[in-house]
């Protein structure tokens, strides 16, 4: 269990140092006390302990509430987070970039020089149009006289 002490209103006035070392404190003793509990229930023996003092029968039945809920928030986060990774997966690099989710990929060539000659291997179609377009930049220009 995510065992811990789930209140923090006692901290009101401490310093941040304080606080924290409240809180681990806090924290241990919560863990303990689960821990306890937790063995207690597994064997049917918790029924002595929260008969005999009330205040450990209220601690427990919050503390347990508070853990199912975290357990739930965890829980959760992860199946949003699944989700999402698996939309994203569905999606090609294209989409993801139309979408913004994705930075446009890198052009994979250096804009030449006028005066220096290029041979480029033109071995796929993402070559090709960006050749056709730097050549279509190039194109209109010269037309433009720049």
Same mark, same amino acid.
């Given at each position: 269990?995510?065992?811990?002490?789930?209140? #923090?209103? *006692?901290?009101?006035?401490?310093?941040?140092?304080?606080? =924290?070392?409240?809180?681990?404190?806090?924290?241990?003793?919560?863990? $303990?006390?689960?821990?306890?509990?937790?063995?207690? &229930?597994?064997?049917?023996?918790?029924?002595?302990?929260? !008969?005999?003092? &009330?205040?450990?029968?209220? *601690? *427990?039945?919050?503390?347990? /509430?508070?853990?199912?809920?975290?357990? /739930?928030?965890?829980?959760?986060?992860?199946?949003?987070?699944?989700? =999402?990774? /698996?939309?994203?997966?569905?999606? #090609?690099?294209? &989409?993801?970039? !139309?979408?913004? !989710?994705? =930075?446009?990929?890198?052009?994979?060539?250096?804009?030449?020089?006028?005066?220096?000659?290029?041979?480029?291997? $033109?071995?796929? /179609?993402?070559? $090709?149009?960006?050749?056709?377009?730097?050549?279509?930049?190039?194109?209109?220009? !010269?037309?433009?006289?720049?």
């Amino acid at each position: 269990m995510p065992c811990m002490s789930y209140d #923090t209103n *006692w901290a009101n006035g401490s310093s941040d140092r304080d606080i =924290k070392r409240l809180k681990a404190e806090a924290d241990k003793l919560a863990r $303990i006390a689960c821990a306890a509990m937790t063995e207690l &229930e597994k064997q049917g023996r918790e029924d002595f302990l929260i !008969l005999k003092n &009330e205040e450990v029968g209220t *601690w *427990w039945a919050a503390h347990k /509430e508070a853990d199912r809920k975290e357990r /739930e928030r965890v829980a959760e986060q992860e199946r949003r987070e699944r989700v =999402k990774r /698996e939309a994203l997966d569905r999606l #090609t690099d294209e &989409e993801k970039e !139309l979408l913004g !989710l994705k =930075k446009p990929a890198a052009k994979r060539h250096k804009k030449a020089s006028n005066s220096t000659p290029v041979l480029v291997a $033109i071995d796929d /179609e993402e070559n $090709i149009e960006y050749m056709l377009e730097e050549l279509r930049s190039s194109y209109n220009s !010269l037309m433009k006289g720049e």
